[in-house]
């Protein structure tokens, strides 16, 4: 399958506690998105990586949350103390430059 | 700042039974208009992109149209399998891409 995968799938934590996502892009794609997503809404930006550069992030991302892509491959997402607004899926998009992303199938997190 | 909205909020059609999804936006400067149809438990799966008025797309069933304001997605002769949530987004001069809430569609047999 060389489509966007993400790990872990589910994650259950307490509040306070630090957990950490992972995307693995297309190979291809240069580009990479974070997205959180709640029920019942639509994904909602959080920041973007062109290769490892971090060109972009949302107004709305706590100092808590933070991203990182190492050699422009695979992308991490740390949340820090983490609190029960923080549960949600969040996902991963990659493209290339036609900006058609390609969703991951995300990681849904619940804070306890 | 770039909004989008999207009608109705849930619909359910009869299988066979045409109709049309509604996206409006407001956005700055339009660099696309994206259709993603998600299913539940699952990322978003890309549809169609729109650049400009008057451009259309189409696969299978699904028709997308583009205007200065607003997009349509058009559902032609719907099957149960196209049940999901269909979610529209745009792109401005950066790379935020805002989406829409979705519309939930349910094709019943």
């Known amino acids: 399958d060389t489509g966007v995968s993400q790990n872990p799938r589910h994650k259950i934590t307490k509040r306070g506690q630090n957990v950490t996502f992972r995307c693995d892009p297309i190979s291809e794609h240069n580009r990479l998105y974070w997205y959180r997503q709640t029920l019942g809404q639509g994904p909602e930006f959080l920041t973007y990586f062109q290769n490892e550069a971090q060109l972009e992030k949302s107004r709305l991302l706590s100092d808590r949350f933070s991203a990182e892509r190492p050699k422009g491959s695979f992308s991490t997402l740390e949340i820090q103390r983490t609190e029960q607004g923080d549960s949600a899926m969040y996902l991963c998009a990659s493209s290339t430059e036609g900006y058609e992303q390609y969703f991951g199938p995300g990681t849904r997190l619940t804070v306890t | 700042e770039d909004q989008v909205t999207q009608s109705p909020e849930a619909l359910r059609l009869q299988e066979g039974e045409s109709s049309s999804l509604n996206c409006s936006y407001t956005v700055s400067g339009l660099r696309g208009l994206f259709w993603y149809r998600q299913d539940p438990g699952k990322g978003p799966e890309f549809l169609f992109t729109?650049?400009?008025a008057g451009e259309e797309k189409e696969k299978e069933r699904l028709k997308a149209t583009l205007t200065k304001k607003e997009s349509f997605l058009h559902i032609t002769a719907p099957k149960p399998e196209d049940s999901a949530t269909y979610l529209c987004?745009?792109?401005?001069?950066?790379?935020?891409?805002?989406f829409g809430p979705g519309t939930r569609l349910s094709v019943l047999p």
């Open positions: 729109l650049y400009s």
């Open positions: 987004a745009v792109r401005d001069y950066g790379q935020n891409f805002v």
